[in-house]
């Protein structure tokens, strides 16, 4: 069985719907947590500390230990307070499932700037504000796991959501970082892609549609869980990854590169090259998955016949 006895974990955004879910399994597997919510409608508008306190109430009711957090991840003071909380009322801190984040639909052309930075400032900006805090104590003592909730709604796209795709897919790009700068001290980073059912779900479903098509009950939010307590343990051993979790199905997204068409190494392609190689520009038969930036390098250096440990190898070096 999974444990987390004599862990502390810190969950944003876990006063309501899946963040909820979250501490409370969490909880019952032994984890002391910071349960964080600012207490705000969907839109991010308000504040309610009542909602964290009685997720707090139910973990404690169950005989676990948590302590609430109302402070918000917009800015760096926020995050800094909420990785504090962990450490006042725990000691430590060994995960973080960074959940906390706002939802609203709104088509492109008529969004303004401010109805874009303010998503950004929750989600991006509050993972970061989150993160950077909880990492220097995760490296000071060797082991740290971090858990961001992206969505396929920007890995794959969502109508009517411009700025919570950018954002969400932001989390993504941060997550691969502290993967390879944590890597060397014990921290892990991995996003999830939830789909279960919540207030999100209903801004953009009917509930009476949901009910009627049974699609309530598919994605029950209990079902997304699982995946998010797995990567917050210590029984997870990967990194640097993304995975989906909808309707009972679990599974990797990844982002591969195809080999496409590779010029010649002293010429310069023009856009009549790529016209006509385009075919083989956008085949996906033949892919890697480049573990870094500097690999996508190595690998084209390698096909050119160039030693990454100087430019002027020749192809048998390689």
Same mark, same amino acid.
């Given at each position: 069985?999974?444990?987390?006895?004599?862990?502390?974990?810190?969950?944003?955004?876990?006063?309501?719907?899946? *963040?909820?879910?979250?501490?409370?399994?969490?909880?019952?597997?032994?984890?002391?947590?910071?349960?964080?919510?600012?207490?705000?409608?969907?839109?991010?508008?308000?504040?309610? +500390?009542?909602?964290?306190?009685?997720?707090?109430?139910?973990?404690?009711?169950?005989?676990?230990?948590?302590?609430?957090?109302?402070?918000?991840? =917009?800015? +760096?003071?926020?995050?800094?307070?909420?990785?504090?909380?962990?450490?006042?009322?725990?000691?430590?801190?060994?995960? /973080?499932?960074?959940?906390?984040?706002?939802?609203?639909?709104?088509?492109?052309? =008529?969004?303004?700037?401010?109805?874009?930075?303010?998503?950004?400032?929750? $989600?991006?900006?509050?993972?970061?504000?989150?993160?950077? +805090?909880?990492?220097?104590?995760?490296?000071?003592?060797?082991?740290?796991?971090?858990?961001?909730?992206?969505?396929?709604?920007?890995?794959?796209?969502? $109508?009517? =959501?411009?700025?919570?795709?950018?954002?969400?897919?932001?989390?993504?790009?941060?997550?691969?970082?502290?993967?390879?700068?944590?890597?060397?001290?014990?921290?892990?980073?991995?996003?999830?892609?939830?789909?279960?059912?919540?207030?999100?779900?209903?801004?953009? /479903?009917?509930?009476?549609?949901?009910?009627?098509?049974?699609?309530?009950?598919?994605?029950? +939010?209990?079902?997304? /869980?699982?995946?998010?307590?797995?990567?917050? !343990?210590?029984?997870?051993?990967?990194? $640097?990854?993304?995975?989906?979790?909808?309707?009972?199905?679990? *599974?990797?997204?990844?982002?591969?590169?195809?080999?496409?068409?590779?010029?010649?190494?002293?010429?310069?392609?023009?856009?009549?090259?790529?016209?006509? $190689?385009?075919?083989?520009?956008?085949?996906? =038969?033949?892919?890697?998955?480049?573990?870094?930036?500097?690999?996508?390098?190595?690998?084209?250096?390698?096909?050119?016949?160039?030693?990454?440990?100087?430019?002027?190898?020749?192809?048998? !070096?390689?």
């Amino acid at each position: 069985m999974i444990d987390f006895t004599d862990q502390a974990i810190v969950v944003t955004g876990a006063g309501r719907g899946l *963040g909820r879910l979250y501490a409370l399994d969490l909880a019952k597997r032994g984890a002391s947590v910071v349960v964080n919510d600012l207490g705000g409608s969907m839109g991010g508008e308000g504040a309610d +500390p009542t909602v964290a306190d009685e997720v707090v109430g139910e973990i404690t009711q169950g005989g676990g230990k948590a302590v609430a957090s109302h402070d918000s991840v =917009e800015s +760096p003071e926020g995050g800094e307070a909420i990785v504090q909380a962990a450490i006042k009322h725990f000691g430590r801190l060994d995960a /973080v499932v960074s959940n906390a984040g706002i939802f609203n639909s709104i088509a492109f052309e =008529e969004m303004t700037p401010d109805q874009w930075r303010q998503m950004l400032k929750v $989600h991006l900006d509050g993972g970061f504000h989150l993160s950077q +805090p909880a990492f220097k104590i995760m490296k000071n003592q060797g082991y740290g796991r971090f858990v961001f909730i992206s969505s396929s709604g920007g890995m794959f796209g969502q $109508h009517l =959501e411009a700025h919570y795709g950018a954002a969400k897919a932001g989390l993504v790009g941060l997550s691969n970082v502290i993967a390879l700068e944590g890597a060397e001290h014990g921290i892990l980073s991995n996003t999830v892609l939830p789909f279960g059912f919540s207030r999100m779900v209903t801004e953009t /479903v009917d509930a009476k549609t949901l009910e009627e098509t049974g699609l309530k009950d598919l994605i029950a +939010p209990e079902k997304v /869980v699982p995946m998010v307590t797995y990567l917050a !343990s210590r029984a997870c051993e990967v990194t $640097h990854q993304n995975y989906s979790a909808l309707a009972g199905r679990y *599974g990797r997204v990844f982002i591969g590169l195809g080999d496409g068409w590779l010029a010649e190494r002293d010429v310069t392609a023009t856009a009549d090259d790529i016209a006509e $190689h385009f075919a083989q520009v956008s085949d996906t =038969e033949s892919y890697s998955i480049p573990d870094n930036i500097y690999e996508e390098l190595f690998s084209v250096m390698g096909r050119l016949g160039i030693d990454k440990g100087g430019a002027g190898a020749s192809a048998d !070096s390689s």
